[in-house]
């Protein structure tokens, strides 16, 4: 544990400008991000004495060991780069949210020729139009269902879209009304494009004037007595209607707003965010927290509008923003969202009136959420306590091992020889820090080989991290070390256990590796499969955990997990391999030139019946690479024809296929 004293920067030193600073700690990871107005006034706070400190601030600054600025000309850019840091480093000190799910969004792609309406997760696609989030699926594909008799816009797969275009017949949705049929040519893409772009306008809440349409048509459809088109005007009035009540009206003077709501104590904090658009609820999501740092609910206001919003623009932030308190610089962060969206934003408390009563609700959810966070994670908790410590009294280990590191083997036959390592820190998975080994050091099947190779190359970057801070020396590491740079370093920390697939003989290979690098200060055990023993260095008897052992459990759990890893990797190791063909030989023959050829010949097949003359008509093809290619092919042995699986018919391979995909590349080796 560091003294705050030792890093203290000299008087005069630090400057009375906006900046953002970064502490770091020995490791020279970077462990906190902070903004401010004036560095040298906020700077100082840190080093007075540890003891009038919060006790997460004096944490913090006893476990830095440096402390580094950069110098900004505006609040707004201390902001962005604040933003920008805490995005990229990481820092374990900072507030960071993560949301209790993952929440689905209604999406429609308009960057494709015939745009598709769809349920996406996960992060957001450029030229893609969002709504929501929305608490379940099942809700977006309800309100789906009703829009498409008004807006049949397509929504099936590229899959059936390119099945149903070379067959000529639409999907079911196409006959009953509920698709335009593109695929087809029944609407040309620019009406599609229209219908999809009517869809977005209608669910960003322009609903006024579109229903006040299709009622002055449906009265002149029955003036003029066409009474069939005029009910089917009616019934889409209903769908469209019944699809609005959905989301009720919350505000009435049809308010574009999010709601932002926090509800905290002493450990943790909820956020609850309501999306209000056209003055209904279009979305609802949640984060939780660790208050990792000293912050108040400004600063947590603060925090929840840097990530909810540091990633969007346009119409995406709203016109106005309603927070339960303001944070410190207000200004710096409403000139900041209007950057963003590209017009005025408002950022206030709700004083009096209809959004003051929604605010309540929305604080109101965010109670609810953090309730419900803390019963789950004090089981959790509770149980993933108690299996560290089964695993430290069982294993005669010093202390519970709050990093654990397990390390796996997969090949097929000695084939595509590969290793896992996964990671899980207070009993749970991290899988950012998860790693993945290919076996260089020999060919064939050999798990004990395998095992001490794969733990001396992760304990050998270990002993390079700790060689850059100077606490360890040793001669026979080459090689020049990349600059700190100050992110997460891939195997900066040592575990306090290493868990190996295996019985006595992968673990004695694990334990002869970290003896041979004079790595003294990590416990190493094996988990054998057949009855669930955990093998220890030099024994010759197993640990025999009882079955309802949560501490056995957990280290199911690891072994398991890092057996999927690897056979995951080794899986696609082998599919890329089987994929290969002739043409993925031929030195200098790019993706681009490979796939020309193909498209130009038609097939690998009457490629390989070419003359040299003809392949040097292929535009970008020379005539050292086309007798590059006709050797390679030449010295390849022909593939039988391909099978299709479902039906068993023998593909021809004529048709012209893209470099890759041909039937032909799974077999030709």
């Not at 049929?181 to 209608?202: I, K, M, N, S």
């Amino acid at each position: 544990m560091a003294d705050p004293s030792s890093y203290r920067p000299k008087p005069g030193q630090i400057p009375d400008s906006p900046g953002v600073y970064k502490f770091r700690d020995e490791h020279r990871r970077v462990i906190y991000v902070g903004k401010a107005k004036s560095l040298r006034q906020r700077l100082a706070n840190y080093f007075q004495d540890v003891a009038g400190l919060h006790p997460r601030t004096a944490t913090m600054v006893t476990t830095a060991a440096s402390v580094e600025w950069t110098v900004v000309s505006t609040e707004v850019e201390a902001l962005q780069l604040e933003y920008s840091w805490i995005k990229e480093f990481d820092p374990r000190f900072n507030v960071k949210y993560r949301d209790d799910k993952s929440y689905p969004s209604l999406a429609v792609t308009m960057n494709e020729e015939y745009p598709r309406v769809q349920v996406m997760r996960g992060p957001k696609k450029k030229g893609v139009r969002y709504f929501g989030p929305y608490g379940h699926a099942w809700a977006i594909r309800e309100t789906v269902d009703l829009m498409l008799r008004v807006f049949p816009v397509r929504t099936c797969s590229a899959g059936v879209f390119k099945r149903s275009a070379q067959i000529g017949r639409p999907c079911l949705l196409g006959y009953i009304g509920k698709c335009s049929a593109p695929c087809v040519g029944r609407v040309t893409p620019e009406e599609h494009r229209e219908l999809a772009e009517d869809f977005c306008d209608f669910m960003a809440g322009r609903t006024g004037t579109y229903l006040s349409r299709l009622e002055k048509d449906m009265h002149e459809a029955a003036e003029e007595m066409e009474y069939e088109k005029a009910a089917r005007l009616r019934d889409d009035i209903g769908a469209l209607r019944r699809a609005m009540e959905k989301n009720a009206v919350v505000l009435a003077d049809a308010t574009d707003a999010d709601l932002i709501a926090v509800a905290e104590d002493e450990l943790e904090a909820a956020v609850q965010i309501f999306h209000v658009r056209g003055g209904r609820v279009r979305g609802q999501r949640g984060w939780v927290t660790d208050k990792v740092e000293a912050v108040d609910t400004a600063g947590l206001v603060e925090h929840a509008l840097q990530q909810l919003y540091g990633e969007e623009s346009g119409e995406s932030v709203p016109k106005e923003v309603l927070v339960p308190a303001l944070p410190e610089d207000t200004l710096a962060l409403g000139q900041w969202l209007a950057e963003r969206r590209g017009s005025q934003v408002s950022l206030r408390i709700p004083q009096r009136g209809d959004k003051k009563s929604l605010m309540e609700t929305v604080h109101r959810n965010a109670q609810q959420s953090l309730a419900l966070h803390k019963t789950k994670r004090a089981s959790d908790l509770t149980t993933r306590s108690r299996a560290l410590e089964e695993i430290a009294e069982a294993l005669d280990l010093d202390s519970a091992p709050l990093r654990i590191e397990c390390f796996d083997i997969s090949h097929l036959q000695g084939d595509d020889v590969v290793a896992s390592m996964v990671v899980f820190e207070d009993g749970l998975a991290r899988k950012s820090e998860y790693r993945r080994f290919q076996i260089k050091s020999f060919e064939g099947q050999d798990d004990v080989r395998s095992m001490h190779e794969v733990v001396s190359r992760r304990f050998r970057r270990y002993l390079q991290e700790k060689l850059k801070t100077g606490e360890w020396d040793a001669e026979e590491e080459g090689g020049e070390v990349a600059e700190d740079d100050g992110r997460p370093k891939r195997f900066a920390y040592p575990p306090q256990l290493v868990v190996v697939d295996g019985g006595q003989l992968q673990v004695a290979a694990a334990k002869r590796a970290l003896e041979e690098l004079g790595v003294d200060d990590v416990a190493v055990c094996g988990l054998a499969k057949r009855l669930e023993e955990v093998w220890l260095p030099g024994e010759d008897d197993p640990v025999v955990l009882p079955r309802t052992s949560e501490g056995l459990y957990l280290l199911q759990r690891v072994r398991d997990e890092a057996h999927r890893f690897a056979i995951q990797y080794q899986r696609n190791k082998r599919g890329k391999r089987l994929k290969s063909g002739p043409l993925d030989e031929v030195p200098g023959l790019g993706e681009s030139r490979k796939q020309a050829l193909v498209k130009h010949f038609g097939s690998v097949k009457k490629l390989r019946q070419a003359t040299i003359d003809q392949i040097c008509e292929v535009p970008g093809i020379g005539r050292k690479t086309a007798e590059t290619v006709a050797a390679a092919l030449a010295g390849a042995v022909p593939a039988g024809p391909a099978v299709n699986t479902a039906t068993g018919e023998i593909i021809e391979d004529e048709t012209p296929a893209p470099a890759g995909t041909s039937s032909e590349r799974g077999t030709e080796q």
